[in-house]
């Protein structure tokens, strides 16, 4: 009884210090305004989003587990003598940032694990950036209004690999070295100013004594800072901007539909966090990555038998591989070709082309509205085809970057199976696009064939005359309605009298992107509630062209 009448008595004193407080907070800051708001905030309840927190959580442990790193690594390239555990590497000279890596491997406690869950964690980070851009471009979700956050959402991607490259270089190993070289072949292939940039990176010839410390501070200051600044900028702008939602009823361009933010969102996330954080410390205990200890320390003149960089840079290591020998001379300058197309030209129109796309697309659409619908890639065939064939090139080029090892595992010839790969690279790209729309609009004629026959009901019946017939039943009104309203535009119309060289070159674009598409059967007052249901906001004060009225109604 006493310790009862203790306890409620230090339960009411610490609600009433938290009301104090919250009340002294609430007086300088809006914070009651500021909580309710948030609480308040519709949140998605469809799995697809969690990639997004998946990508989060995943640089939260980054975060948490580099804290711990910084306290042990020494990023310096003085050369040492290494006396640690590891026995096999005893009395080799070395940098110090090969031995601290040591050290921690194998004499800091914990730290071999903590290693490997950062390690882990930025794999999984990078990869899970990686597919919530895809899920937001096959979706349409980087249109009006979030065509900022989309260019947010690639700068974070670019940042990733190259913090990721960072950090995969500081242990000064000989895997790691044979990277640096890489990347010290591509600094140097840029024209006239490669030989300056090679000098002001390196601080001297390759590889100097000065880089590693540079890329520490980069890894764990620069890259980091602007990460963090780019993360929050991005989820102000969810938060502002409004989630887009899938098509359902009772959703529309006009209104954000989810779960509120407390209770359930918060514990669905709070349980994805620690799956995350479970699941990555699973993967550290129980699957190794990155043994720097069975590589040895960096030697300019060695080389890693079958040296293979982590996944999201191994694209650059497969165009390398494929592009041929090419060079020459131009007015005292050497053109590296084979490495300046496939390692500076080639990633940097990837992403030219990323940042550009909404706007490439909203002026082939001429489409000026809000969208907070998102789009099934099967009703968007061009979109979703282009996604498909830019996925199989990455891919082949990432299975080019392992070509050695595939050839000598299969027992197959390497140039034999470059050129494959080279044919493949330039072909594959093509046949993905040229399949994925067919199945889209395959796709879209079986939505159709849904909504005029009704779904099977896998029941065969006989018919007086003695045929079989395989039984239907007529769809739900949930299932119909996502199934007819949906954002399809047509091509833009033909101009009256003669059409400047720009306009006719739009209208191709348009024609090409948006005439094949399969209707679905509508009633004349079924397509207005339709383009009801796809209206923008009704506070736009943008004038709706013709053009734009045709994005949003389904004929």
């Avoid at 997004?52 to 042990?72: K, M, N, P, R």
């Avoid at 067919?438 to 896998?458: F, H, I, K, N, P």
């Avoid at 070159?505 to 009633?523: G, I, K, N, Q």
Wanted: a positive charge.
């Amino acid at each position: 009884m006493l310790f009862r009448e203790r306890r409620e008595r230090a339960g009411r004193k610490a609600r009433a210090a938290a009301e104090a407080g919250f009340r002294a907070l609430d007086r300088r800051f809006p914070a009651a305004e500021a909580a309710g708001a948030l609480l308040r905030k519709a949140f998605p309840d469809h799995w697809s989003y969690l990639l997004g927190e998946l990508a989060l959580y995943s640089l939260v442990v980054l975060v948490l587990t580099g804290c711990y790193l910084v306290l042990f690594f020494d990023a310096s390239m003085v050369e040492t003598v290494y006396h640690g555990s590891y026995e096999p590497l005893r009395g080799l000279r070395m940098t110090q940032a090969y031995a601290s890596t040591l050290d921690i491997s194998f004499d800091v406690r914990g730290g071999l694990l903590i290693r490997q869950v950062h390690h882990w964690a930025a794999l999984v980070f990078v990869a899970a950036v990686g597919v919530h851009m895809l899920r937001i471009f096959f979706t349409g979700a980087f249109r009006r209004p979030r065509e900022l956050n989309w260019a947010v959402g690639v700068t974070l991607f670019l940042l990733a690999l190259f913090e990721g490259f960072c950090g995969y270089s500081l242990p000064d190993d000989l895997l790691s070295g044979t990277g640096l070289r890489t990347a010290h072949s591509i600094v140097m292939s840029v024209p006239v100013v490669g030989t300056y940039l090679s000098f002001f990176i390196w601080n001297g010839p390759f590889p100097g004594t000065d880089l590693i410390p540079r890329l520490y501070i980069v890894h764990v200051m620069f890259v980091p800072g602007v990460l963090l600044a780019l993360v929050a900028l991005h989820l102000f702008l969810v938060v502002y901007l409004k989630h887009t939602h899938w098509s359902a009823r009772g959703r529309t361009n006009r209104n954000a539909v989810g779960m509120p933010m407390f209770p359930q969102f918060t514990t669905k996330s709070a349980g994805l966090f620690m799956m995350v954080f479970g699941a990555l410390t699973a993967l550290a205990g129980l699957a190794q990555i990155n043994p720097v200890w069975n590589y040895g320390p960096y030697r300019a003149d060695q080389v890693a038998t079958g040296a293979q960089p982590d996944w999201y840079v191994g694209f650059l290591e497969g165009a390398l591989r494929l592009m041929p020998a090419w060079e020459n001379v131009v007015a005292g300058h050497t053109l590296m070709w084979s490495v300046l197309l496939p390692t500076v030209v080639l990633p940097g129109l990837l992403f030219m082309l990323l940042y550009a796309y909404p706007l490439f697309e909203k002026w082939v659409t001429g489409d000026a509205t809000e969208h907070h619908l998102c789009d099934r890639p099967r009703d968007r065939p061009t979109r979703t085809g282009l996604g498909v064939a830019a996925v199989v090139f990455y891919g082949l080029l990432l299975l080019a970057g392992g070509n050695d090892v595939i050839a000598f595992t299969f027992r197959l010839s390497v140039n034999g199976l470059t050129w494959v790969l080279r044919v493949l690279v330039v072909l594959g790209p093509v046949l993905a696009f040229l399949v994925t729309k067919r199945l889209c609009l395959a796709l879209q004629a079986r939505d159709r064939r849904r909504l005029t026959e009704g779904e099977e009901s896998g029941e065969v019946g006989q018919d007086a005359s003695g045929g079989l017939g395989e039984g239907h039943q007529p769809l739900t009104a949930g299932e119909g309605y996502r199934l007819m309203v949906r954002e399809v535009p047509r091509p833009l119309p033909a101009q009256e009298g003669p059409a400047t060289r720009r306009y006719r070159l739009r209208a191709a674009l348009s024609s090409w992107y948006y005439r094949d598409r399969v209707e679905m059967p509508a009633t004349a007052e079924q397509r207005e509630q339709i383009a009801g249901r796809l209206a923008g906001p009704a506070t736009e004060a943008e004038p709706v062209t013709g053009a734009e009225a045709a994005t949003k109604a389904e004929e």
